[in-house]
Nanobody, 118 residues
Framework: QAELVQSGGGSAQLGGSLRLTCAGA????????MSWYRQTPEKRELVAGI??????TYIPSVKGRFTISRDNAKSTVSLQMDDLKHDDTATYYC?????????????WGRGTQVTVSS
């Protein structure tokens, strides 16, 4: 059974940095695209995605500040978040895609809270 175990996150100052990491187990990690979503009371949005071959996608509001990466040998995907803004406050979810190229979420991790304060 697929499992996504998240680590990292927490609290940061405005303009600071945080790193999220997600370890996949129970499936062939390199065969799936991976993504990070975030959820607030107002909305859920896909923040960044990475295909099996490393092609990356970002929403405009995080482009240039966030970096998604993956290590297929370690079955991990990470999200480096720099220059954090108040609007980045959310619960972040690691997700597995439907295929090597489809980053839409098929399976979800449990979520990690990220809080940005002044």
């Amino acid at each position: 059974q697929a499992e996504l175990v998240q680590s990292g996150g927490g609290s940061a100052q405005l303009g600071g940095s945080l790193r999220l990491t997600c370890a996949g187990a129970g499936f062939t990690f390199s065969d799936f695209a991976m993504s990070w979503y975030r959820q607030t009371p107002e909305k859920r949005e896909l923040v960044a995605g990475i295909t099996s071959d490393g092609s990356k996608t970002y929403i405009p509001s995080v482009k240039g500040r966030f970096t998604i990466s993956r290590d297929n040998a370690k079955s991990t995907v990470s999200l480096q978040m720099d220059d954090l803004k108040h609007d980045d406050t959310a619960t972040y979810y690691c997700t597995r895609g439907y295929s090597r190229t489809d980053i839409a979420a098929d399976y979800w991790g449990r979520g990690t809270q990220v809080t940005v304060s002044s």
